[in-house]
């Protein structure tokens, strides 16, 4: 596993990717990044803890609009272009990390 610094609302994080992951952890960096800037720019939600909860509830519900794609118990196979939300959860609780868990 390789590490990729990534840019995140004008924030540096170093964040752990799998070998061949590169591609796909910068599309979700950048999902996030945009969905964040959007709330943000709004200009209603300052806090950029309560910016990535509700981006991260906003990307949730896109994803659960997708058609169901595999059990639960499937989650370590996660073929790509599907995102694991524990998995992203726990990377982000990481990666913000003196600034306090997401959840």
Known sequence: MKQMEVTILGQS??????DGGEA???EAVGNVDREMSAIR?????KAR???AVLAALNLAYALAG???ARPASAASATPAGEVDIDNLIARLDQALG?????L
């Open 98 to 102: 003196a600034d306090g868990q997401l």
């Open 66 to 68: 997708r058609p169901a």
């Open 13 to 18: 994080y170093l964040l752990g990717c799998p």
């Open 41 to 45: 720019d709004g200009g209603k939600v």
């Open 49 to 51: 803890e309560r910016i």
């Open 24 to 26: 796909a952890l910068i």
